[in-house]
């Protein structure tokens, strides 16, 4: 199995451009989850699904987020309008019942 | 309330000493716990896991931890440090499908 896949791995882009970052997921795992990690606030769950559902947002930081899981193989993370402090490195991680979770390689998110 | 924390932001050692990184737990119910390992500009890796079987884990790269309830820690260990292992590790504890991370400890190695 290749893993968690993400893309894309490194993303400059200008504050207030929409951003988009992509995720799939191992297959066969029936959860996913994305996480934010920063120096100052280091890693933080954003958002999580199970069986392509959205479970707990309560992470998301604000209206100008928003996460898709449209299929079992694919999930998004949309930042519209993208502003500097989102700069981050952007993980997915997907599991299946049993806990262990497996991390993707990161999107290095850079809004200037 | 279930918590962890990694009591030491950064620890330097020399290669071939000791490797300890610490963890403590908070949590009201008997846990999960991990420790991941991220290199630079890489993601988590896993590392090792504890799941209430075997009290001390062994996990990949010469590690291991040991589960001290009386104690709520979950340390992590290794007898002699490589170049290769410095890196930022984090302790996990897992509840339901809740991941709590700890905020890591960056392990530097002295040749």
């Known amino acids: 199995d290749a893993g968690v896949i993400q893309s894309p791995r490194h993303e400059v882009t200008e504050m207030g451009q929409e951003v988009t970052l992509r995720c799939k997921p191992i297959s066969g795992h029936d959860y996913l989850f994305w996480y934010r990690q920063t120096m100052m606030r280091g890693l933080e769950l954003l958002i999580y699904f199970n069986n392509n559902v959205p479970i707990d947002d309560s992470g998301m930081p604000e209206d100008r987020f928003s996460a898709k899981m449209p299929n079992a193989s694919f999930s998004t993370l949309k930042i519209q309008p993208s502003e500097p402090r989102d700069s981050a490195v952007y993980f997915c991680a997907s599991r299946t019942t049993a806990d262990t979770q497996y991390f993707g390689p990161g999107t290095r998110l850079t809004v200037l | 309330a279930q918590s962890v924390t990694q009591l030491d932001s950064h620890v330097s050692v020399s290669e071939g000493t000791p490797v300890l990184l610490r963890c403590n737990y908070s949590?009201?119910?008997?846990?999960?716990l991990f420790w991941y390992v991220q290199h630079p500009n890489k993601g988590l890796q896993l590392l090792l896991k504890?799941?209430?079987?075997?009290?001390l884990v062994k996990g990949i790269n010469g590690f291991e931890a040991e589960f001290k309830k009386s104690e709520t820690s979950f340390h992590l260990t290794k007898p002699s440090a490589h170049m290769s292992d410095a890196a930022e590790y984090f302790c996990v504890v897992v509840f339901g499908n809740q991941f709590y991370f700890g905020t890591g400890t960056s392990l530097t190695v002295i040749p």
């Open positions: 949590s009201s119910y008997s846990p999960s």
């Open positions: 504890y799941t209430s079987a075997a009290t």
